[in-house]
C-alpha cells in the first residue's frame, strides 16, 4: 500500500490532522493499536480552547459540539472556605468549550467515516522505517499478516506509551520530565454539576476539581498520593473526601450518585526535543505531556496539528520545506509555556508531602495575590484560554 502521510495513532492528534489532509486532497492512513470502541471508551479531557474549537470547525466535525458543547466565560478557585471568580471573558475576551474528549474523538471518527479516510484499528506491531530517508515506510500487522505502507512522511500521533518516539535514536532526543508524587482519582457519574462553571480547590487535604460534561453529568477529581489502589475508594469514600475539600456551601450542594467510571491518572511534565526526525514528526502526547490542572493536554495536540498541517500544506502545494523545518521550534515554543502553566497551576493549587509550612504560605500568597492583582488575573486567564498560535 503507498500514501502520503501515515499517522500512527487515532487519538485527537492523529484524527484531526488526518482530517484536515482529507480535507485539501492529501492521502493518509491512520494506523490504530487498539479497537474503535476502545479508543471511545477512554474518559479524559473536557476543556477546550478557542483556537481547538475552530480547528474542529475546520475539519468539519464541529457541528454536534456548537450545538451541545457548553461554553464557559469563566471558572471559580476555591481556598481558605471561600470561592473567587476567575472571569476568563472579561479579562480576555474569549471563553472556553467544556465538551469531553470522547465526543471529539467521536464526531472525528464519524466525519472521517464520511469523507472515506482509511483507518487500521487492531494494527500490531506498529513500526516506523527509513524515516532518515526521503522513503519511509511503516509495517504492521494485522490478520495474522504483514504489511507495508510506504509513505512521504510519518506523523508519530500515539501518545505518551507510543512506538513513534521510542523508535528514535536514543542520541537524537532529549527527554525533560517532572513526575509529581501524587495522582488524580476521578469519577464520572450521571448527575447535575454543582454549578454551572468548574470549581478548582485548594484545600489542607488535597486538591479537588468540579467538572462536568453535561448538565446531568459530571467529572470530578481529587489529589490522591500516588500508590493509592482503586479498590480502597468506593463511591462513598469519594463523595466524602471531595466535600470536605470544597468549600461548605458547595459541598452541600454536590448531588451524588453512583460512578460510571473510576480511574486514577498519573500527574507528570514531560517534554521530548525535538519533535522532527528526518521525515518523521512527533504531535500530541507522543512529544510532551502536561498534569491536567491546566486543562492543557488536548489544546496542545491540536496546536501540534496546527503546525504540522500547515507545514505538509506548504509542501504539497507549494514544494516548500520551510514550514516542516520549522515546526519542532514552533510546536516547541508553544508546548512550553502551556508546560510552565500547568507546572504553575498544578504548583499553587495541590498539597506536597515535602513543601512543610513555607510551601504552603508561599501559595496561600501566590492566591491572595492573584486575587488583588487584575494583572495577575489576566496572566491566569490568558493561559487558561489558550495562547495564539
Ligand atoms: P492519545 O489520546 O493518547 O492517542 C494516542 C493514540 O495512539 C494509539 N497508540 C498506538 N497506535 C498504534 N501503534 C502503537 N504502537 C500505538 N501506541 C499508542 C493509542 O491507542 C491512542 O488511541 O494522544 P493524542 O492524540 O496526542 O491526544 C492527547 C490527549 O489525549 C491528552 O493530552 C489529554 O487527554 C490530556 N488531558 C486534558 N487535555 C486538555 O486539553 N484538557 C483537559 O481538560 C484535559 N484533562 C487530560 C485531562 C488527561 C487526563 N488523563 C487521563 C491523562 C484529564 C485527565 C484525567
Ligand atoms: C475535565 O473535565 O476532565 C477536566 C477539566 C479541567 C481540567 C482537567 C480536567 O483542568
Same mark, same amino acid.
Given at each position: 500500500?503507498?500514501t502520503?502521510v /501515515?499517522?500512527?495513532?487515532s487519538g485527537?492528534a ?11 486532497g ?17 474518559i ?20 454536534? +459540539? ?11 478557585l476555591?481556598f481558605?472556605g471561600?470561592?473567587?471568580?476567575v472571569?476568563l ?5 474569549k471563553r472556553?468549550?467544556? =465538551? ?6 467521536? %464526531?472525528? +471518527? ?7 479516510g ?30 507495508r505502507?510506504?509513505?512521504? &512522511?510519518?506523523?508519530?500521533c500515539?501518545? #505518551?506509551?507510543g ?5 528514535v535514536p ?7 520530565e ?6 488524580? *482519582?476521578?469519577i ?6 454543582v454549578?454551572?462553571?468548574?470549581? #478548582? ?8 476539581l468540579c ?5 446531568t453529568?459530571s467529572? =470530578?477529581?481529587v ?12 463511591d ?5 473526601e471531595?466535600?470536605?475539600? *470544597?468549600?461548605k /456551601?458547595?459541598?452541600e ?8 467510571? !473510576? ?13 522532527? &526526525? ?6 500530541? %502526547?507522543?512529544?510532551?505531556?502536561v498534569?491536567?490542572?491546566? /486543562?492543557?493536554?488536548? $489544546? ?15 509542501? =504539497?502545494t507549494?514544494k ?7 515546526y ?8 512550553? !509555556?502551556?508546560?510552565r502553566f ?5 504548583n499553587?493549587?495541590?498539597?506536597f ?7 504552603q ?15 495577575a ?5 490568558? $493561559? =487558561?484560554?489558550? *495562547?495564539? #498560535?
Amino acid at each position: 500500500m503507498r500514501t502520503q502521510v /501515515a499517522i500512527i495513532g487515532s487519538g485527537p492528534a492523529g484524527l484531526l490532522l488526518g482530517q484536515l489532509l482529507t480535507n485539501t486532497g492529501v492521502d493518509n492512513v491512520i494506523l490504530e493499536r487498539a479497537t474503535r470502541e476502545h479508543v471511545l471508551s477512554r474518559i479524559r479531557a473536557g476543556v477546550l480552547e478557542e483556537g481547538t474549537t475552530a480547528m474542529l470547525q475546520e475539519a468539519g466535525a464541529g457541528s454536534r +459540539m456548537r450545538a451541545e458543547g457548553l461554553p464557559h466565560d469563566g471558572f471559580d478557585l476555591a481556598f481558605d472556605g471561600r470561592r473567587h471568580r476567575v472571569d476568563l471573558h472579561g479579562l480576555t475576551g474569549k471563553r472556553v468549550m467544556v =465538551y469531553g474528549q470522547t465526543e471529539v474523538t467521536r %464526531d472525528l +471518527m464519524e466525519k472521517r467515516a464520511r469523507s472515506g479516510g482509511r483507518s487500521i484499528y487492531e494494527a500490531v506491531n506498529v513500526r516506523p522505517h527509513g524515516f532518515d530517508t526521503d522513503r519511509p515506510h511503516v509495517t504492521y500487522q494485522k490478520g495474522g499478516r504483514e504489511h507495508r505502507i510506504d509513505c512521504d &512522511f510519518i506523523a508519530g500521533c500515539d501518545g #505518551y506509551h507510543g512506538v513513534a518516539r521510542r523508535s528514535v535514536p536514543q542520541g537524537a532526543i532529549e527527554i525533560f520530565e517532572r513526575a509529581f508524587p501524587f495522582g488524580w *482519582l476521578g469519577i464520572i457519574a450521571d448527575v447535575p454539576p454543582v454549578g454551572p462553571e468548574l470549581v #478548582y480547590a485548594n484545600h489542607p487535604r488535597g486538591f479537588a476539581l468540579c467538572s462536568m460534561r453535561s448538565h446531568t453529568r459530571s467529572r =470530578y477529581y481529587v489529589q490522591v498520593p500516588i500508590e493509592e489502589k482503586i479498590e480502597d475508594w468506593p463511591d462513598e469514600r469519594f463523595w466524602d473526601e471531595l466535600r470536605r475539600r *470544597l468549600p461548605k /456551601a458547595t459541598a452541600e450542594a454536590v448531588t451524588t450518585g453512583p460512578s460510571v467510571e !473510576k480511574s486514577i491518572a498519573p500527574i507528570r511534565s514531560f517534554v521530548a526535543e525535538p519533535l522532527r &526526525f528526518g521525515r518523521l514528526f512527533l504531535a500530541g %502526547d507522543a512529544g510532551h505531556i502536561v498534569p491536567p490542572t491546566g /486543562a492543557k493536554g488536548l $489544546n496542545l495536540a491540536a496546536s501540534d496539528v496546527r503546525y504540522l498541517f500547515d507545514a505538509l500544506h506548504e509542501f =504539497y502545494t507549494e514544494k516548500s520545506q520551510a514550514g516542516l523545518d520549522a515546526y519542532s521550534r514552533r510546536a516547541l515554543a508553544r508546548v512550553w !509555556k502551556a508546560e510552565r502553566f500547568s507546572w504553575w497551576m498544578t504548583n499553587t493549587l495541590h498539597r506536597f508531602p515535602d513543601h512543610g509550612g513555607f510551601g504552603q504560605k508561599i501559595q496561600h500568597a501566590e492566591l491572595d495575590y492573584l486575587f488583588s492583582s487584575r494583572a495577575a488575573l489576566t496572566a491566569l486567564a490568558e $493561559n =487558561y484560554v489558550g *495562547l495564539p #498560535y
